[in-house]
């Protein structure tokens, strides 16, 4: 046995230096995991924990437990417990908190917002510097912290093991902060990423460890050999918690991934945010932040499609542009979708409780108003998990992207279903076996510097399309080029509501494309705006009268005809002012570039409409938006004309372009939106707030209707008790709606306050034939309310808005019936 003061020779035990280096890589594949799904931005409270919890998982798991059990790898003398190592208590301890503290310094530095790159390169140099010197000094400290020998270091290896620290944790974690946002689908360049980082903390520790002298002070006894496993087996317990912690990220991750593989089977709701790069918003997981509205939409009838010309999809895009006209009622759409049954079932008809006993018995079995629900609840929900209002939370996609693709061999393998079904007489298992694809819906908006930071610092990432697609188009089921395809569009379709200007007039086509089986029509719309007609700037402004007069003399021509007319022969016009020749000239280009967009068939049987109309094509989500004003030739074209070889057309439904020429801000149609909502929802609304919102703070006033203009059989007693007016609920529900009280509550008299105590709904009661006056485009009539009501207010008739749409398909019917007739 070796004396004291002597050298005591050393050697490595090569199980427990491969044990110290899996320690090491659990903390790290806990850190890098940790950091992947970190928010970025501002650093608050929960930044600091992540930080923090990052640093714990490095410091404590990747280097501290590997440096205890790396240790025990080094075999001292003939390896008799009284000659092995053995530790300080205190500078154990202090040999934890070291590194933690250095890290969440270096994890904090790279966190820090850099507006420029020469300062986002000096934080990420100095975040691995941190690192390093992190790795080193627990290291030494610990080593620090051995009592029973002194340890003397050869120099080149103490430099070496400080060189291969710094440099690996530089090179590591500078790798991980620049690639990480496209590393957000690849699991194992994180995994590369702990290996590197684990290997270069072992290779420190053992290289400083290499032909270290090692003096004796004294042996060890029998209390000091029991003590020095004390530290081995709280390192074998925290590096089993990291590994357990790891193996959860990876079946959570597992399991995650089936469950949106088989919600592409579902309808779905996605969101779609994009900064000013054009990067879009997507989780830790790279997928797009979604929630299920239903399992599927219960058709009626076989001929029926949840599509774009589908009223409850019109519905819901209306809806997503004056969130303002349902967010209140999504409480109790909550509530009332709790009690029905699961929407899969046969019976789609909601079950009978007491929110849906007060539906009418049209309302009752009309599946849509779940439906809508349902979605209403979808995006608050969705809204919540992101910490943003539900009006904050984006507007409908104008397209329903198919989900859960199949492979041609799935496709075999359903229609064998199919057909063993339908033998067996289950035709509903065979319909669903063929049409068990899902549906996507998507809210898409534009991220202000503002909202990025918040959605960064909440977790959520910003990538690029070629980084996430391809596990995005996994999990939907749908091939990656059709992915990219919807992803480019929405991209564009979201800068458009934001940025499109188009003023002046315009020259455009409005083309009817019959559909089959007398389904309505379809419209020839732009291919990449949706939203808008085929059409020929002929100025940057409006028309002028000289110039309206000119083209009202075109009205109901053929572009033949209109053609000849502004070539003006002599022999058929009286000669015309420079000015006239000059515009009649740009007309007459701006038809012949029309025609070059449509089947010439189409076109040569179409119809000028010599009046101006208007549209609001311009940034639609924006206030004063310039209108654009459109002159058009009208054609009801032939279906069996395909207009897919001209790439610039695609077509709509009819009904689906109209309704979106109702959702500009501003658009007097909203009032009469929030209108029918309160109507239609009405049920739920009163019968919840007489018994849940007598305290409802949001004050509004009411509005009697004079006794004699109420019904005989329903006019209450006046000797009525607040309790029994409560029960005129069904008259209120059947010919009222709620309507918001006026801001200024100074103009309210004493006797209208104290009315409004009586009335059940607290709001604003009105014939539903009536909104207060909201907009001056709206027709008004005044009337006096009898005596005692103290208050003579104006009311209107709430009107739909007739757009461009309706005047033109008006023109163009008014057309093919004078045809028929002839």
Same mark, same amino acid.
């Given at each position: 046995?070796?004396?004291?003061?002597?050298? $005591? @020779?050393?050697?490595?035990? /090569? +199980? #427990? &230096?491969? *044990?110290?280096?899996?320690?090491?890589?659990?903390?790290? %594949?806990?850190?890098?995991?940790?950091?992947?799904?970190?928010?970025?931005?501002?650093?608050?409270?929960?930044?600091?924990?992540?930080?923090?919890?990052?640093?714990?998982?490095?410091?404590?798991?990747?280097?501290?437990?590997?440096?205890?059990?790396?240790?025990?790898?080094?075999?001292?003398?003939?390896?008799?417990?009284?000659?092995?190592?053995?530790?300080?208590?205190?500078?154990?301890?202090?040999?934890?908190?070291?590194?933690?503290?250095?890290?969440?310094?270096?994890?904090?530095?790279?966190?820090?917002?850099?507006?420029?790159?020469?300062?986002?390169?000096?934080?990420?140099?100095?975040?691995?510097?941190?690192?390093?010197?992190?790795?080193?000094?627990?290291?030494?400290?610990?080593?620090?912290?051995?009592?029973?020998?002194?340890?003397?270091? $050869? @120099?080149?290896?103490?430099? /070496? +093991? #400080? &060189?291969? *620290?710094?440099?690996?944790?530089?090179?590591?974690?500078? %790798?991980?902060?620049?690639?990480?946002?496209?590393?957000?689908?690849?699991?194992?360049?994180?995994?590369?990423?702990?290996?590197?980082?684990?290997?270069?903390?072992?290779?420190?520790?053992?290289?400083?460890?290499?032909?270290?002298?090692?003096?004796?002070?004294?042996?060890?006894?029998?209390?000091?050999?029991?003590?020095?496993?004390?530290?081995?087996v709280v390192a074998g317990i925290l590096c089993a918690t990291a590994g357990a912690i790891v193996t959860c990220f990876l079946f959570f991750t597992r399991h995650r991934s089936r469950v949106l593989k088989s919600n592409s089977q579902k309808v779905m709701l996605a969101c779609a945010m994009f900064d000013d790069e054009g990067r879009i918003l997507v989780t830790t997981e790279g997928v797009l932040p979604a929630k299920e509205i239903t399992d599927k939409y219960n058709h009626r009838t076989f001929?029926?499609?949840?599509?774009?010309?589908?009223?409850?999809?019109?519905?819901?895009?209306?809806?997503?542009?004056?969130?303002?006209?349902?967010?209140?009622?999504?409480?109790?759409?909550?509530?009332?979708?709790?009690?029905?049954?699961?929407?899969?079932?046969?019976?789609?008809?909601?079950?009978?409780?007491?929110?849906?006993?007060?539906?009418?018995?049209?309302?009752?079995?009309?599946?849509?108003?779940?439906?809508?629900?349902?979605?209403?609840?979808?995006?608050?929900?969705?809204?919540?998990?992101?910490?943003?209002?539900?009006?904050?939370?984006?507007?409908?996609?104008?397209?329903?992207?198919?989900?859960?693709?199949?492979?041609?061999?799935?496709?075999?393998?359903?229609?064998?279903?199919?057909?063993?079904?339908?033998?067996?007489?289950?035709?509903?298992?065979?319909?669903?076996?063929?049409?068990?694809?899902?549906?996507?819906?998507?809210?898409?908006?534009?991220?202000?510097?503002?909202?990025?930071?918040?959605?960064?610092?909440?977790?959520?990432?910003?990538?690029?399309?070629?980084?996430?697609?391809?596990?995005?188009?996994?999990?939907?089921?749908?091939?990656?080029?059709?992915?990219?395809?919807?992803?480019?569009?929405?991209?564009?379709?979201?800068?458009?509501?934001?940025?499109?200007?188009?003023?002046?007039?315009?020259?455009?086509?409005?083309?009817?494309?019959?559909?089959?089986?007398?389904?309505?029509?379809?419209?020839?719309?732009?291919?990449?705006?949706?939203?808008?007609?085929?059409?020929?700037?002929?100025?940057?402004?409006?028309?002028?009268?000289?110039?309206?007069?000119?083209?009202?003399?075109?009205?109901?021509?053929?572009?033949?005809?209109?053609?000849?007319?502004?070539?003006?022969?002599?022999?058929?016009?009286?000669?015309?002012?420079?000015?006239?020749?000059?515009?009649?000239?740009?007309?007459?280009?701006?038809?012949?570039?029309?025609?070059?967009?449509?089947?010439?068939?189409?076109?040569?049987?179409?119809?000028?409409?010599?009046?101006?109309?208007?549209?609001?094509?311009?940034?639609?989500?924006?206030?004063?938006?310039?209108?654009?004003?459109?002159?058009?030739?009208?054609?009801?074209?032939?279906?069996?004309?395909?207009?897919?070889?001209?790439?610039?057309?695609?077509?709509?439904?009819?009904?689906?372009?109209?309704?979106?020429?109702?959702?500009?801000?501003?658009?007097?149609?909203?009032?009469?939106?929030?209108?029918?909502?309160?109507?239609?929802?009405?049920?739920?609304?009163?019968?919840?707030?007489?018994?849940?919102?007598?305290?409802?703070?949001?004050?509004?006033?009411?509005?009697?209707?004079?006794?004699?203009?109420?019904?005989?059989?329903?006019?209450?007693?006046?000797?009525?008790?607040?309790?029994?007016?409560?029960?005129?609920?069904?008259?209120?529900?059947?010919?009222?709606?709620?309507?918001?009280?006026?801001?200024?509550?100074?103009?309210?008299?004493?006797?209208?306050?104290?009315?409004?105590?009586?009335?059940?709904?607290?709001?604003?009661?009105?014939?539903?034939?009536?909104?207060?006056?909201?907009?001056?485009?709206?027709?008004?009539?005044?009337?006096?309310?009898?005596?005692?009501?103290?208050?003579?207010?104006?009311?209107?008739?709430?009107?739909?808005?007739?757009?461009?749409?309706?005047?033109?398909?008006?023109?163009?019917?008014?057309?093919?019936?004078?045809?028929?007739?002839?």
């Amino acid at each position: 046995m070796t004396s004291i003061g002597g050298t $005591v @020779p050393s050697h490595f035990n /090569a +199980s #427990i &230096v491969a *044990a110290s280096y899996f320690a090491s890589l659990c903390g790290c %594949l806990l850190t890098v995991e940790v950091l992947h799904r970190r928010g970025t931005g501002v650093m608050n409270l929960r930044s600091w924990l992540e930080t923090i919890a990052s640093a714990i998982s490095l410091g404590v798991i990747g280097i501290w437990c590997m440096h205890f059990i790396g240790n025990r790898a080094i075999i001292l003398g003939d390896g008799t417990p009284e000659m092995q190592l053995v530790y300080n208590p205190g500078y154990s301890a202090l040999s934890v908190f070291l590194p933690i503290f250095g890290l969440s310094v270096a994890f904090a530095t790279a966190e820090t917002q850099n507006r420029t790159p020469l300062r986002h390169w000096i934080a990420l140099t100095c975040t691995g510097v941190f690192a390093g010197l992190s790795v080193v000094g627990m290291h030494y400290v610990g080593n620090f912290g051995i009592s029973n020998y002194e340890l003397d270091y $050869v @120099p080149r290896f103490l430099v /070496a +093991s #400080i &060189v291969i *620290a710094i440099g690996d944790c530089l090179a590591v974690l500078m %790798l991980f902060y620049t690639w990480r946002e496209k590393w957000i689908s690849d699991w194992w360049k994180r995994l590369l990423c702990a290996v590197a980082l684990a290997g270069g903390v072992s290779a420190m520790h053992f290289t400083a460890s290499t032909n270290c002298i090692y003096k004796l002070k004294h042996h060890n006894g029998p209390e000091t050999i029991r003590s020095r496993d004390i530290q081995v087996v709280v390192a074998g317990i925290l590096c089993a918690t990291a590994g357990a912690i790891v193996t959860c990220f990876l079946f959570f991750t597992r399991h995650r991934s089936r469950v949106l593989k088989s919600n592409s089977q579902k309808v779905m709701l996605a969101c779609a945010m994009f900064d000013d790069e054009g990067r879009i918003l997507v989780t830790t997981e790279g997928v797009l932040p979604a929630k299920e509205i239903t399992d599927k939409y219960n058709h009626r009838t076989f001929d029926e499609d949840f599509d774009t010309a589908h009223p409850v999809f019109q519905w819901i895009f209306r809806i997503t542009r004056n969130w303002s006209g349902v967010s209140e009622l999504i409480p109790k759409m909550k509530r009332h979708v709790g009690t029905q049954k699961d929407d899969t079932q046969e019976n789609s008809r909601p079950t009978s409780s007491k929110s849906s006993a007060v539906y009418d018995p049209a309302t009752y079995s009309d599946y849509s108003i779940i439906f809508r629900e349902r979605f209403c609840t979808a995006a608050a929900s969705l809204a919540a998990s992101m910490n943003l209002p539900v009006e904050s939370i984006g507007v409908l996609y104008d397209s329903i992207i198919e989900t859960g693709t199949l492979k041609q061999e799935d496709k075999v393998a359903r229609r064998f279903t199919f057909i063993r079904a339908t033998g067996n007489g289950d035709v509903e298992m065979a319909m669903h076996s063929v049409f068990g694809k899902g549906q996507l819906l998507f809210l898409t908006r534009k991220l202000s510097a503002e909202d990025t930071a918040n959605m960064l610092n909440a977790g959520y990432k910003l990538a690029s399309v070629q980084h996430i697609g391809r596990n995005v188009a996994e999990t939907m089921q749908i091939p990656l080029t059709v992915l990219e395809t919807h992803i480019s569009n929405l991209n564009r379709y979201v800068e458009n509501l934001s940025t499109l200007e188009k003023p002046g007039t315009w020259l455009s086509c409005f083309a009817m494309i019959p559909k089959a089986n007398s389904k309505g029509f379809d419209i020839a719309v732009k291919k990449t705006e949706h939203d808008q007609l085929p059409d020929v700037q002929l100025s940057t402004f409006g028309p002028t009268e000289w110039q309206v007069r000119l083209l009202e003399r075109m009205h109901n021509l053929s572009p033949f005809w209109c053609i000849n007319f502004l070539e003006d022969p002599q022999d058929m016009h009286p000669a015309r002012p420079f000015r006239d020749h000059q515009f009649a000239l740009v007309v007459q280009q701006a038809i012949q570039k029309l025609s070059q967009q449509l089947p010439s068939s189409w076109f040569q049987n179409a119809r000028f409409y010599g009046k101006p109309v208007h549209a609001h094509y311009s940034q639609p989500l924006r206030n004063n938006a310039p209108v654009t004003t459109l002159y058009s030739f009208v054609v009801c074209a032939d279906l069996h004309t395909s207009i897919e070889a001209y790439g610039s057309v695609t077509s709509v439904p009819l009904s689906f372009f109209n309704v979106r020429q109702h959702c500009y801000s501003g658009s007097p149609n909203h009032a009469v939106l929030v209108r029918e909502i309160h109507k239609e929802f009405s049920a739920l609304l009163a019968r919840k707030t007489g018994k849940n919102e007598k305290d409802d703070k949001v004050k509004k006033i009411s509005i009697h209707l004079p006794h004699k203009m109420m019904p005989k059989s329903r006019r209450p007693s006046a000797t009525h008790s607040g309790s029994e007016r409560s029960n005129s609920d069904d008259w209120f529900s059947d010919t009222h709606e709620l309507v918001d009280g006026p801001r200024n509550f100074s103009e309210i008299t004493e006797d209208t306050a104290a009315s409004d105590r009586n009335i059940p709904f607290g709001g604003i009661l009105v014939n539903s034939e009536t909104v207060m006056k909201t907009d001056s485009k709206m027709a008004y009539s005044s009337d006096t309310m009898g005596p005692g009501y103290g208050l003579r207010t104006a009311v209107g008739i709430s009107q739909p808005e007739e757009t461009f749409v309706d005047e033109l398909f008006a023109f163009g019917r008014g057309t093919i019936m004078s045809r028929a007739a002839n």
